[in-house]
């Protein structure tokens, strides 16, 4: 018992580097959070709805340019309509001369416009709202999925603790296989039992190593799995897990917690779908107005051609660049006008309906999240009870298979039983452990489940 101390002590007080200390659930989920790619995009997304906001917040502001061009050319003219069609027309302007001449001279314009959209039958404000809602849908979104991936990772790190107490049970079953094996060859080359005995003892050594070998495998898998989902890479020598909360039964297992809808991450993600859908539909009414708007215009204009450049004045102009660029004529317009496109409506009526059906159909989805929670909840209150009773009972198995394996391994010591026997006994037991562990980690996992459910993940978090 000293050794055994000392050893422990040691150990205690030199613990493996990286990955060699006792890994917790919580420091598992708290490195996935922080490690794992989705939920750094979730963020990232977060943040991208966080600026529009603010964009839209801003879109109310009215719109002010200024511009300036300085121009060289000729400016003939001609008496007759023009458009501009898409801006592609020159806005050339002088005398209408009988034909054409190439006098040509600088000329510049400088332009300040404000232009302020004032009312608007409150689509600012709407489209204020739907940023909002579409910021509130990401965060809703951001907070499901860390909440969904904190059961993920707890419902990993269970499947590796169980994957690691079956390949300790294994390496249990393949030992006494080699102990029995050295028994039965003792004895068949003493010429107690017939040579059979002996290939029979050989095949359940080869039978508990390869089982052996597919519990390494699987736990290998699980490590991997629960890697991933911490956003590191699985450490060579594989995690150690804290195992100790697996002795006890948990405490929040035995209570009955509603599902709260206005509480649930998964709910409250899909509500705020439906919100956002119901903005959308609001901010498309909008259109169906008239804009009305505050605009203004100050320009001053220079050039090249004097005042009195004429027909019959043609000469009145200069080349200099210097004296054509100063702006020497100057014009103001402000004024109010309304823009309002008649037709609108009848396109925004289907967008509008559209929005509606939109919303339905997430109505619908969140229905059918919601019944499928409530579904799960009763399911896993009746699991729960299975896992409690096969916990209790897993123990007592395993007592009953290890004194039939006892009692036959003695028994066929004395010649009183056989190789079959014991090999029975050896498997019986062999299974009950198995059993075993997946009892003691069931009841775990059961209770992560109606977490899960309920959307509480304090139910489970708190037993550790």
Known sequence: ????????????????????????????????LSNYGLLKAGENYSRASSALVKEANREYLPDLNISLQQDYGTINAVNGPVYGFRGFAAASGGPSLPSQNWNSAFGALYLANINWDFFAFGRAKEKVRVAQSQLNMDISNLDQEKFQHRIRVSGAYLNLLAAQRLIRSQQSNLDRSITLRTQVVARVLNGLNPGVDSSL???????????????????????????????????????????????RIPGGIYDTPAIKP?????????????????????????????????????????????????????????????????????????????????TNPLRIQQQVSAQKFNSMGLKNEYDLVNQNLTDQLLLYN???KNAIANYLEAPIQVRAAQDAYTQKSVMY?????????????????????????????NVWQVLLLKAASTGDFELFIKEF
Do not use: C
């Open 382 to 384: 009746t699991k729960i």
């Open 413 to 441: 010591a004395n010649g009183l039983s056989n190789i079959v026997d014991v090999t029975q006994a050896l498997f019986g037991l062999n299974r009950a452990e198995t059993s075993r562990d997946i009892a003691y980690t």
């Open 1 to 32: 018992m000293i050794r055994i101390f000392l050893f422990l002590l040691v150990v205690g007080l030199y613990p493996d580097p990286g990955f060699g200390q006792i890994l917790s659930l919580k420091d598992a989920i708290q490195r996935a």
């Open 201 to 247: 003892a050989n095949a359940e050594v080869s039978n508990a190593r390869i089982a052996l070998t597919d519990a390494i495998d699987n736990e290998q898998e699980q490590s991997n799995q629960l890697a991933q989902l911490m956003g590191i890479n699985a450490p060579a020598e594989g995690f150690m897990l804290d195992s100790f909360f697996l002795s």
């Open 262 to 342: 206005a509480d649930h991450p998964l709910l409250k993600y899909y509500q705020n779908r439906i919100l956002f859908s119901d903005e959308q539909a609001k901010y498309f009414r909008t259109f169906n107005f008239p804009t009305f708007s505050l605009f203004g215009i100050y320009q001053g204009r220079g050039s090249g051609f004097s005042w009195s450049y004429s027909v019959i004045n043609q000469d009145a102009y200069t080349h200099a660049y210097w004296s054509a660029i100063g702006p020497t004529r100057s014009n103001y317009l402000v004024g109010v006008g309304m823009t309002w496109n008649l």
